[in-house]
């Protein structure tokens, strides 16, 4: 049986073009997910439970399957000692089964982690830069400043936080939260 495995990091990216991809490879059945590499892939392990000799495990990318180069290298391996067939479509040429194919997958598994490595590094230097400019990170707030003064004085003349929260919109929790950040 060939079974295609597709995964995306977020909503804000399509599985399109890994679902074409896999169908054009003949794939019987597919499995889609929707998860960073980094979190845990429930279905990828559901999917690699089930898999018996002579099954062939088709994906578009070398990167889609693991989360390290050590991950990617432990998964080939468990794959050719079960013997699970996989197949990369952006490798045509690569043969796992062989010491040279191996070469190759290893060495390209290191790049893609390498890549990851920098991406994060890059990342993480450009919210130091963001902070470090004043600008704002991450969602905006629910409050105003000028809210949150009102939502205090409210709370003061002892007005309950329930009632205080639902008046601008919020769970007790983010007011709460809310006004505890202020207070550092």
Do not use: W
């Not at 990167?63 to 479509?89: C, H, K, N, P, Y």
């Not at 997958?105 to 230097?125: G, K, M, N």
């Not at 830069?129 to 003061?156: F, S, T, V, Y």
């Amino acid at each position: 049986m060939r079974y295609g495995y597709a995964r995306v990091s977020s909503e804000e990216q399509s599985l399109a073009r890994q679902r074409s991809q896999l169908s054009a490879a003949g794939c019987d059945q597919f499995v889609e997910e929707i998860q960073s590499g980094v979190k845990a892939r429930l279905r990828l392990d559901r999917l690699l439970a089930g898999l018996d000799a002579g099954d062939e495990l088709v994906v578009t990318e070398l990167d889609r399957l693991g989360r390290s180069t050590g991950e990617a290298v432990l998964l080939m391996d468990d794959l050719i000692r079960r013997g699970v067939v996989l197949r990369v479509l952006a490798l045509p040429s690569l043969d796992i089964t062989t010491n040279d194919g191996r070469l190759i997958a290893d060495i390209l598994a290191s790049l893609a982690a390498h890549e990851r490595r920098r991406t994060r590094e890059r990342q993480r230097q450009g919210i130091v830069a963001a902070k470090a400019a004043g600008r704002h990170l991450g969602r905006p707030p629910k409050l105003n400043g000028q809210q949150i003064a009102e939502a205090r004085a409210r709370l003061a003349g002892d007005e309950p936080v329930r009632v205080v929260a639902r008046a601008y919109g919020v769970s007790d929790k983010t007011l709460r939260a809310t006004l505890a950040r202020g207070a550092r």
